[in-house]
């Protein structure tokens, strides 16, 4: 092809413009995982005794915002930090973190091993009884004392701890601001519960089951507390109140509704304005 036949070829063919592909969509980021509903902890007392617990931050806590209260909560006998598994997402809806705990007596909660208590057989030699875990409820209100600085501590006892509990609030240097015992009785063989009921220092709210002897074993004790700091709750007749703190768990909508409601008012009752 000549040149000047190809210069005018050039000139009279339009320029082909190539369409450019859209460019990819930004990837859109992946949806945050929730938030888990627990994170395991564990902690060295004093003994060597290795304490473990499950530590429920509250929403607040979760939206940056300082708790008010925190829960220790511990299991009844023969088992593990597990009891409250069910129980203390409800109180992280209210607002209050909770450090649910496995006490040196105890064996397990459904699958879940009493890691405390294993710790305790290899440390002190031996498994050890209810009265053995005493101390391990003022090592946990401390740890509480840590996790939530200037929070409310509300100690909360399920059974053989609620008799422990009623015990700690007898104690001066207690750190605990209220004590919430679920179906306490005389089970503690070199301490009468209902004596130290008669010292304690902060306000003890006492509950229990619906049966017959539940009431029977709990009722002595709220009745020895002085009646300033007495504070009780006793469920309808046929409810099916479970023992301990399981009680937080009646099937029965009215019923649960009326123990979550005397909890709400003796633990709000700690936050509201003065």
Not at 134 to 144: E, K, R, S, T
Request: proline share 7%; aromatic share 8%; with cysteine.
């Amino acid at each position: 092809m000549q040149p000047a036949f190809l210069a005018a070829f050039l000139v009279l063919v339009p320029p082909v413009h190539v369409a450019q592909a859209p460019a990819p969509a930004a990837p859109k980021p992946a949806p945050t995982a929730d938030a888990p509903a627990f994170v395991k902890q564990t902690k060295i007392m004093p003994d060597g005794v290795t304490m473990t617990a499950d530590w429920y931050p509250a929403e607040k806590a979760r939206a940056g915002r300082a708790p008010e209260v925190v829960i220790v909560a511990c299991h009844m006998a023969r088992a593990s930090r597990a009891e409250y598994r069910a129980i203390a997402p409800k109180f992280g809806a209210l607002g209050w973190d909770v450090l649910a705990i496995d006490q040196r007596s105890g064996e397990k909660f459904g699958d879940v091993v009493n890691e405390t208590a294993k710790s305790a057989t290899t440390a002190l030699g031996g498994t050890q009884g209810f009265q053995a875990a005493y101390g391990d409820l003022a090592f946990a209100v401390q740890w509480a004392r840590e996790l939530a600085p200037g929070a409310k501590v509300v100690l909360l006892g399920s059974s053989y701890s609620a008799s422990l509990a009623v015990r700690y609030a007898t104690s001066v240097d207690g750190k605990a601001d209220l004590v919430l015992a679920f179906s306490p009785s005389e089970c503690l063989n070199d301490w009468t519960v209902a004596n130290d009921a008669k010292s304690v220092r902060v306000p003890v709210f006492v509950t229990c089951g619906d049966g017959e002897r539940e009431k029977k074993n709990a009722e002595p004790i709220a009745e020895a507390l002085p009646a300033s700091f007495r504070r009780t709750f006793w469920p309808a007749a046929g409810v099916k109140a479970k023992h301990g703190a399981q009680s937080l768990l009646v099937a029965d909508a009215a019923a649960g509704e009326a123990v979550w409601k005397a909890v709400r008012e003796q633990v709000g009752a700690l936050v509201k304005p003065r």
